[in-house]
DNA sequence: TAGCAAATGACAGCATGCTGTCAATTCGTA
DNA sequence: TACGAATTGACAGCATGCTGTCATTTGCTA
């Protein structure tokens, strides 16, 4: 029997809204004791996944946040000397962001925990039923961020 | 050719904290014009389509939010006459959320404004794809919430 | 029925993300 | 090369969601 409140579209939506969340605060709950939360991390993952070193403004356009959000946490994350400003030769006053050492071995600890955790997320969910949500997800989000 | 930075499920969260990110921001050009957002619209839907009146933890609980995040939505949309509170004979503290009638003409503008954009955001997607995908969502986020 | 645990409202404070604004810098193009 | 548009950092303010705390109310159970 079909819903009646909500269509197809729609109940996606929503789950997507409650998995948000859930995936935010399991982060938090997997790093908070190394002194990150899910947002740090992602930061971090961003600069330590980037082929080349990143401008604020770049990690923000990885990451589909705006520059200003980014900026303040790595403000903060310089600021605690988990990443660091590099000067940047291609624009003068845009520095390049980096892992500290120390950033980088809290880095490695958040991954070495998210493996597992995440492991344990998928069990017994097959590779392609992953792959095809991730394109449909990822289809939405092109399709709304053309429309900007 | 397989990523070797991220796995499959990695993907599928990144994607999601976008998505949600877009969905946010669509939702509030959608409805900006009615004084309303997205977090706004969302309370609104669940009182809207609850087959009984609900309480602030009743909200939050269908929302899979805290009641203090509800609760200062609601008493926001109360000060402007779009919901209102009645006494809950079950309860003497925890009132009844209903939508006054400006609410309701509101909630009907909006749903209107979702139709079409709900249409043009799935076309060409095969229902039975978004179903998929849904459940998928949703089955990673009931194992989040149980391991809470 | 008495008492204790859970639920609830209220208040306070914090983290994350957004917008708007302005000056400095960079970049494309005429 | 010079000018105008786009990018960027900085600062300010707002919306949304979270946690912690405390008093009140409910509800379970011994």
Redesign the interface.
């Known amino acids: 029997m079909k819903q009646v409140?909500?269509?197809?579209?729609?109940?996606?939506?929503?789950?997507?809204?409650?998995?948000?969340?859930?995936?935010t605060?399991?982060g938090d709950r997997l790093v908070g004791d190394l002194g990150l939360s899910s947002a740090r991390w992602?930061v971090m993952g961003a600069v330590a996944?980037a082929p080349a070193p990143l401008t604020v403004p770049g990690i923000a356009r990885d990451?589909?946040?705006t520059r200003q959000s980014v900026r303040r946490v790595v403000r903060e994350l310089v600021s605690e000397g988990i990443l660091a400003l590099e000067p940047n030769r291609a624009h003068r006053r845009s520095h390049l962001v980096v892992l500290t050492r120390r950033g980088a071995r809290l880095y490695s600890e958040a991954s070495a925990r998210?493996r597992p955790w995440?492991?344990a997320?998928?069990q017994d969910?097959p590779?392609r039923?992953?792959?095809?949500?991730?394109n449909?997800?990822?289809?939405?989000?092109e399709?709304?961020?053309e429309?900007?």
Chains 1, 2 share one sequence.
């Open positions: 409140d909500t269509d197809d579209i729609t109940s996606l939506i929503l789950e997507v809204f409650r998995l948000n969340g859930a995936l605060a399991a992602q996944l990451m589909g946040l998210q995440a492991a997320l998928a969910v590779a039923s992953l792959v095809l949500a991730t449909l997800v990822r289809t939405l989000r399709r709304l961020e429309s900007t």
